[in-house]
């Protein structure tokens, strides 16, 4: 009930290409769900989150689909670069409380120049 | 402001010896956690913090301390150190505005040996 299932566990793009990245969950109360960004040696930070009132948002190229019916959300990552490589972390949590947030495992994101 | 730091950056521990890892953050955040990451095992929570004097466990607490005696800082300790709890820990703190969003600090590697 309180997992959040993280596909691929690493992807290679090409320069100017575009990554995607799936995340699962089964909690209906989960209702902030953020992608984080971790380089390597450096803790994770936020890279974009949503809430399940809208069905996208986007950030420069960074964009979260939401599909709550569906319990699925995904990060899409518009024209690649080197430098986006890194691991990328999706994660739920329900507001109120002690606001914990619940990661997936992790996707190692490798951008090919 | 330096956000979240944690002391040390590494350390190796022999088997059944203690220690404390340092977090202290300067955000005035109410919120503090700790996660312990394993190579494709994402971020699991060991403990978490809603305000000074008050902890609660997380996911993964068997084998961890903590105390929360001032906003500011919020030390994990290990007893007994077992070659399990080798991994990267992470600090996180979150508050005011944005009570979701969690700044992670740099980490601490620890082995045990």
């Known amino acids: 009930q309180q997992q959040v299932k993280q596909s691929p566990q690493s992807l290679i793009v090409q320069k100017g290409g575009i990554s995607i990245i799936n995340c699962a969950y089964e909690?209906?109360?989960?209702?902030?769900f953020p992608w984080y960004q971790q380089f390597p040696g450096k803790g994770p930070a936020l890279l974009i989150a949503?809430?399940?009132?809208?069905s996208e948002k986007k950030e420069g190229r960074f964009t979260i689909s939401f599909n709550k019916s569906a319990k699925q959300f995904s990060l899409h990552i518009m024209d690649s670069q080197p430098g986006d490589s890194a691991t990328y972390f999706c994660?739920?949590?329900?507001?109120?409380?002690?606001?914990?947030?619940?990661f997936g495992k992790g996707t190692k994101l490798t951008v090919n120049p | 402001n330096a956000g979240v730091t944690q002391t040390p950056k590494f350390r190796i521990l022999k088997i059944g010896q203690s220690m404390t890892l340092q977090c202290t953050q300067d955000?005035?955040?109410?919120?503090m956690y700790w996660y312990r990451q394993d190579p494709g095992m994402g971020l699991k929570l060991i403990y978490y913090?809603?305000?000074?004097?008050?902890?609660d466990k997380g996911e993964v607490p068997n084998g961890y301390n903590v105390s929360r005696s001032t906003t500011e800082d919020f030390p994990l300790r290990l007893e007994l150190a077992a070659p399990s709890q080798t991994s990267v820990y992470f600090c996180?703190?979150?508050?005011?505005?944005?009570?979701?969003?969690?700044?992670f600090g740099p980490g601490t590697r620890l082995t045990v040996l």
């Open positions: 994660a739920a949590a329900s507001q109120g409380g002690s606001e914990k947030l619940v």
């Open positions: 949503i809430r399940p009132d809208v």
């Open positions: 996180a703190s979150s508050g005011k505005p944005q009570r979701n969003e969690q700044f």
């Open positions: 955000m005035n955040h109410n919120y």
């Open positions: 909690n209906t109360a989960f209702d902030y």
């Open positions: 913090s809603v305000g000074a004097g008050i902890t």
